[in-house]
């Protein structure tokens, strides 16, 4: 069977790239994603199945039993059939050779960073750009190849990431500048079926390393504004940022900067100060936290130090 047009995903802003892509450029050709018990074992932020996409657009799904597209039954699938683009949204693996080989025009992706490609490659790099407190995000949209984050940029599109986004928030900026970005990319696809690539870039490698929940352990010997950018980089739908309180584990949702001038030195990093409206405020090194929405199976109370 020939497929002209065909998305991987497994979340759910990939559910809405498809949607917009079925509905208001380009028929949607095929939905590749993984099976439910896939995520089980990779950890998959945000995971959707898109399997009900088939019910609600008509749009047929191959679910592939690993996450690295690597298995018989997968390799059977795209060597039997036939392709013309690809576009990758929310799929963080590379994509083998055979696969990408299997599609004549090529499969795209998006990656972002704060400077340009081929700096800021590797993994989760929309968390990294908030953690690192960079007030800016460049969205390119490349051709895959066998290498992660290949400069072989079609397009980009720069938004901004300012101090109250958190990641949910900079995922709605990242989904409106990446339609632009396909809406420009299947434009060119129509016209003639070729689609150019730029491969002249003049930046240095560097790179994004793995994140996992553990990463999200605040210690609150940091400075207020660290502490801040990791709360907002790994907020739902990611594991969030978490501490403890006697043993306790202190899931923190919600918070932000409280005080900088009040002398709080009576306290110690940590330290409850104050509990006004069920919000803790937290002595830090340099200021102090307002922790506007947490979860735990105590409440937090003055005194209490959170380690």
Request: proline content about 5%; overall charge negative.
């Amino acid at each position: 069977m020939h497929y002209p047009l065909v998305v991987f995903g497994v979340k759910d802003t990939s559910a809405e790239i498809i949607s917009y892509i079925h509905k208001e450029l380009m028929p949607v050709s095929l939905i590749v994603t993984i099976e439910e018990a896939v995520t089980k074992k990779n950890d998959v932020a945000g995971f959707q199945g898109l399997g009900v996409l088939e019910e609600t657009l008509g749009i047929p799904v191959f679910e592939a039993p690993s996450y690295s597209l690597t298995d018989e039954k997968t390799a059977a699938f795209f060597a039997d059939n036939t392709f013309e683009l690809g576009i990758v949204s929310g799929w963080q693996r590379l994509i083998p050779k055979a696969v990408l080989d299997a599609f004549s025009v090529g499969i795209f992706g998006f990656h972002g960073n704060a400077g340009y490609l081929p700096f800021g490659r590797g993994r989760s790099p929309l968390n990294w750009s908030i953690l690192l407190g960079d007030t800016r995000f460049n969205l390119n949209l490349f051709r895959y190849d066998e290498k992660p984050d290949s400069p072989n940029v079609f397009a980009t599109r720069t938004f901004a990431l300012n101090a109250h986004d958190t990641i949910r928030t900079a995922q709605y900026k990242n989904t409106i500048a990446s339609k632009a970005l396909l809406k420009e990319l299947l434009a060119a696809f129509a016209k003639d079926g070729k689609i150019t690539v730029r491969t002249d870039a003049r930046d240095f490698d560097s790179w994004y390393e793995k994140r996992t929940p553990a990463d999200g352990k605040i210690d609150f010997h940091g400075r207020t504004r660290d502490i801040y950018n990791l709360i907002r980089a790994v907020g739902e739908p990611f594991a969030g940022a978490f501490c403890s309180s006697n043993e306790h584990t202190v899931r923190i949702l919600e918070a932000h900067p409280f005080d900088e001038i009040l002398d709080f030195s009576a306290y110690a990093p940590g330290e409850i100060i104050e509990v006004f409206d069920d919000k803790p405020i937290v002595r830090t090194v340099d200021g102090s936290l307002l922790i506007d929405r947490y979860e735990a199976d105590i409440p937090l109370l003055p005194g209490m130090v959170l380690s």
